[in-house]
């Protein structure tokens, strides 16, 4: 009975840890997902702001406008096994929207892009997401991307946009 129980946790645990904050609609794959911060509106643009992840940047009456520099695949973080010579060779860019709520802000990632570095596509070309990871009638995920990579590119995305709370350091 004691088995039985951990076995619930663990599978409980493990789906919440991998929600899927991926949207397709209209063959177009975006990326949404709310936080909770008890940092002001002002805090919080100002962290974004300074963050160097974005150029440009633009604030308009409260809500944010940025183009995503590319980022890169941190193959060791993953803690996967075998990460997909995609996500190892390219880099993901795209256009984020940030708008609040009080003690909530909301990211939606919007034109995912893939951004090459050489290898697999040509060094700063870039490519719709969707061209690897969507179905040609732009309905469903290709199943090669419900393996590893949405889960990765979940894990990735939601570490830059994550604002991290000071700790009190307490004698």
Same mark, same amino acid.
Do not use: C
């Given at each position: 009975?004691?088995?039985?129980?951990?076995?619930?946790?663990?599978?409980?645990?493990?789906?919440?840890?991998?929600?899927?904050?991926? #949207?397709?609609?209209?063959?177009?794959?975006?990326?949404? =997902?709310?936080?909770?911060?008890?940092?002001?509106?002002?805090?919080?643009?100002?962290? *974004?702001?300074?963050?160097?992840?974005?150029?440009?940047?633009?604030?308009?009456?409260? =809500? $944010?406008?940025?183009?995503?520099?590319?980022?890169?695949?941190?193959? +060791?973080?993953?803690? $996967?096994?075998?990460?997909?010579l995609v996500l190892r060779k390219t880099d993901f860019a795209g256009t984020i929207?940030?708008?609040? =709520?009080?003690?909530?802000?909301?990211?939606?990632?919007?034109?995912?892009?893939? +951004?090459?570095?050489?290898? *697999?596509?040509?060094?700063?070309?870039?490519?719709?997401?969707?061209?690897?990871?969507?179905?040609?009638?732009?309905?469903?995920?290709?199943?090669?991307?419900?393996?590893?990579?949405?889960? $990765?590119?979940?894990?990735? #995305?939601?570490?830059?946009?994550?604002?991290?709370?000071?700790?009190?350091?307490?004698?």
């Amino acid at each position: 009975m004691k088995y039985i129980i951990i076995t619930i946790l663990l599978i409980t645990t493990f789906n919440l840890s991998a929600q899927d904050h991926f #949207i397709l609609a209209g063959g177009e794959v975006s990326w949404e =997902k709310v936080y909770e911060s008890s940092k002001s509106q002002e805090e919080i643009i100002a962290h *974004f702001e300074n963050s160097g992840l974005f150029k440009p940047f633009k604030v308009e009456e409260g =809500k $944010i406008y940025a183009k995503l520099k590319p980022q890169p695949i941190d193959v +060791v973080k993953t803690g $996967i096994a075998g990460v997909p010579l995609v996500l190892r060779k390219t880099d993901f860019a795209g256009t984020i929207f940030i708008s609040f =709520k009080p003690g909530k802000y909301r990211i939606f990632y919007t034109k995912i892009e893939l +951004v090459g570095h050489g290898d *697999f596509i040509k060094k700063g070309e870039r490519q719709a997401f969707e061209d690897h990871y969507v179905n040609k009638d732009g309905k469903a995920y290709r199943k090669y991307f419900l393996k590893k990579p949405k889960t $990765i590119y979940n894990e990735h #995305i939601n570490a830059l946009f994550v604002i991290k709370q000071a700790k009190k350091e307490d004698w």
